[in-house]
């Protein structure tokens, strides 16, 4: 059993209740997107990718939740790394307009750094995550200066996703004060993070 949250105190399938249901998030954010890329008439391949890693992470959260066995971990941590993946893929192609070639090398060159960051322990391993973070405000930036269509869509999922990843580093350290600890924050925000994401991409790629 792998025991990283401070929520569970035993062993079990049920032994953390609220870090599993707020996976639900994750369904949430994937269901309110279908909506808007209906309502816009966008659910394209591009769009149902993202949407089905949405379900994914939220899947895969959960049996990491509920089982917290290395393989269920494994399908915790790949969707994450894939959406963003994809998602920075389709944004340089689609809204900054740059080549496949220059594309292909910032993902590598992303994946590369994402996964030695994933090898870091500390502040109760968020450190993980501070390349997404870094890259999510270069994108919020662009996106802001560039005056597109609800111009702070990716600056609010930025200062959102700060908040989720504080309420994930704070996790074991409120143990003692909260004993349901604070990782299921993590969860909630970070659903919204990807409906906002989401929402900023598909409102301003260039149609037809």
């Not at 704070?170 to 929402?199: E, I, K």
Request: glycine share 10%.
């Amino acid at each position: 059993m792998i025991d990283l949250y401070c929520e569970r105190m035993a062993d079990g399938l049920w032994a953390e209740p609220l870090n599993a249901v707020t996976n639900l998030a994750f369904l949430l954010a994937a269901g309110l997107s279908v909506r808007l890329a209906r309502w816009h008439r966008q659910l394209d391949a591009a769009a149902i990718m993202l949407i089905g890693l949405m379900l994914l992470i939220g899947i895969g959260s959960t049996l990491f939740h509920i089982l917290a066995s290395g393989w269920a971990k494994l399908a915790d941590e790949l969707p994450i790394l894939l959406f963003q993946l994809v998602y920075l893929w389709l944004y340089c192609r689609e809204l900054i307009g740059l080549q496949r070639a220059v594309s292909a090398l910032l993902l590598l060159g992303y994946l590369g750094v994402s996964l030695a960051a994933a090898q870091l322990t500390g502040l109760n391993g968020s450190l993980g995550y501070v390349p997404a973070l870094l890259v999510l405000l270069g994108l919020a930036i662009y996106h802001l200066r560039l005056g597109q269509r609800e111009s702070t869509l990716l600056l609010q999922a930025c200062g959102w996703f700060l908040l989720s990843l504080t309420l994930r580093t704070l996790d074991m350290a409120l143990c003692a004060y909260w004993p349901l600890g604070s990782h299921f924050g993590w969860h909630l925000l970070n659903g919204l993070v990807l409906y906002l994401v989401f929402r900023a991409w598909l409102l301003n790629r260039p149609v037809g």
